[in-house]
């Protein structure tokens, strides 16, 4: 109302008043955007945030983000979905080894360290061969096992397979290669979930068989339609069978937060809690709160993060904005691509 008054006055004034207002307006929401944050990661292609309170996401990332800090700005798009999805991982280890504690698995060999140790059989012997040495066995040949855990993690990915995803496929492909060196020692499985057209499809169902996961994703189609909250109910369901099968599920959100399709029908238990006044939005929100519930470690990658710069209306959000709050609410992480 004052800028339309100003303007009848004097439409310079009126200008002036308005670009003071939105400089304001920005500086005062500059760090609105990562409100709750608990660990917040920037680089100049991409940021990291994380929401989680638990002791085991604590550990985790303490543990795997040092070489983080020390790159810091050279650190690439896909190291830091690399590292989101492993601090996740190592968290839902932490977790699984805890209910199955005394069980643990050989996942590699290394170099004996203290007095007692269990010792690598197959490693000793092939160091043993290798030094020319064989069948005699010296200390320096003596390799001790590498035992984790023996709970395994789940990762269900769920691909948004709009247009605007076109050129994101490759850094994400790139991340989860590497994730798959990782998780090969563990026999970790991964499934995806597609969200395409009006609904969402299993394209994989869960399997330690990464190669065929990637390939999938590499000839994924691509559509003008976003039906991000099916994709996400889906992987929620399919979360929690792994789960009821002893794995530790992981919901890995790969969108551009640009929904555009609601679910078909809403989500029993939920209400009628209001959270935006777009359909396609509420039932994502809707579907966040759900996975929050049952405690399913989240990482949202979000594939054209911006920075907001000024107050959205009540009720309408952004892509980024959307997906933050999705890991917001599921005490997840995030990971925004700058493009």
């Keep these: 109302m004052l800028f339309i008054v100003l303007a009848l006055i004097d439409l310079r004034l009126a200008t002036i008043a ?7 307006n920005m500086l005062m ?70 209910k199955m504690r005394g069980h643990t698995v050989t996942i590699d060999y290394t170099l004996p360290r203290g007095r007692y140790f269990k010792v690598h059989l197959p490693a000793t012997l092939r160091r043993s061969a290798a030094v020319g040495e064989f069948p ?3 200390w320096e040949s003596v390799r001790a096992r590498l035992t984790a855990g023996k709970s395994k993690v789940s990762l269900v990915v769920v691909l948004d397979s709009s247009a605007s995803m076109m050129y994101s496929i490759r850094g994400i492909l790139t991340a989860l290669e590497a994730v798959k060196r990782e998780a090969r020692k563990f026999r970790d499985r991964v499934a995806l979930v597609v ?100 405690g399913i470690e989240t990482v949202v990658i979000n594939t054209k993060h911006r920075e907001v710069l000024a107050d959205a209306a009540e009720g309408i959000l952004s892509g980024t904005e959307l997906l933050m709050r999705v890991a917001r609410i599921t005490k997840g992480e995030y990971v925004g691509i700058v493009g």
């Design 18 to 24: 308005l670009l003071l207002w939105l400089l304001f």
């Design 29 to 98: 929401n500059r760090g609105r955007l990562y409100a709750g944050k608990r660990a917040l990661l920037k680089t100049k292609k991409a940021v990291y945030v994380a929401f989680s309170t638990s002791i085991d996401f604590k550990k985790s990332f303490l543990s795997l983000s040092r070489g983080m800090r020390i790159l810091g700005g050279r650190v690439e798009p896909s190291q830091l979905v690399e590292f989101a999805i492993n601090v996740s991982r190592k968290s839902a280890r932490y977790r699984g080894k805890r």
């Design 136 to 138: 005699k066995v010296s």
């Design 195 to 294: 969200s395409k057209g009006f609904g969402a499809a299993v394209a994989q169902h869960p399997t330690t068989n990464f190669n065929l996961v990637l390939s999938k994703i590499s000839r994924i189609g691509l559509d003008d339609f976003t039906p991000l909250a099916s994709g996400m109910y889906l992987g929620y369901n399919l979360a929690l069978r792994e789960r009821s099968k002893g794995y530790e599920p992981i919901l890995v959100i790969i969108s551009d937060g640009n929904a555009n399709v609601p679910l078909e029908r809403r989500i029993r238990g939920m209400g009628y809690r209001h959270f935006a006044f777009d359909p396609a939005v509420q039932s994502v929100l809707e579907v966040a709160h759900l996975i929050a519930k049952s």
